[in-house]
């Protein structure tokens, strides 16, 4: 399928992954785990911007790369 949707919001990227997810799409996220961290943590893959700032972040980012 491939696409990329920028900037948006927070609940938008957990709706979007969610059903990527259903459809079996490989999903990659980008974000800092304000407020995005429940779409990051569903992400197959996870690219964080400059620092991680929360433990949100921190703990998608750990998820992702283990």
Same mark, same amino acid.
Not at 14 to 20: A, D, E, G, P
Not at 25 to 32: F, L, P, Q, S, T
């Given at each position: ?9 927070? +609940? ?12 079996? +799409?490989? =999903?990659?996220?980008? /974000?800092? /785990? $304000?407020?995005? /961290? ?6 197959? +893959? =996870? $690219? ?5 700032? $929360?433990?949100? /972040?921190?703990?998608?980012?750990? =998820?992702?790369?283990?």
């Amino acid at each position: 399928m491939g696409g990329t949707l920028v900037p948006s919001l927070s +609940e938008n990227k957990c709706i979007l992954v969610k059903h990527l997810k259903i459809l079996k +799409e490989a =999903v990659a996220v980008i /974000g800092d /785990g $304000t407020n995005d /961290g429940p779409a990051l943590k569903m992400a197959d +893959e =996870v $690219t964080t911007k400059q620092k991680v700032k $929360t433990a949100n /972040g921190k703990a998608a980012k750990k =998820v992702a790369h283990d």
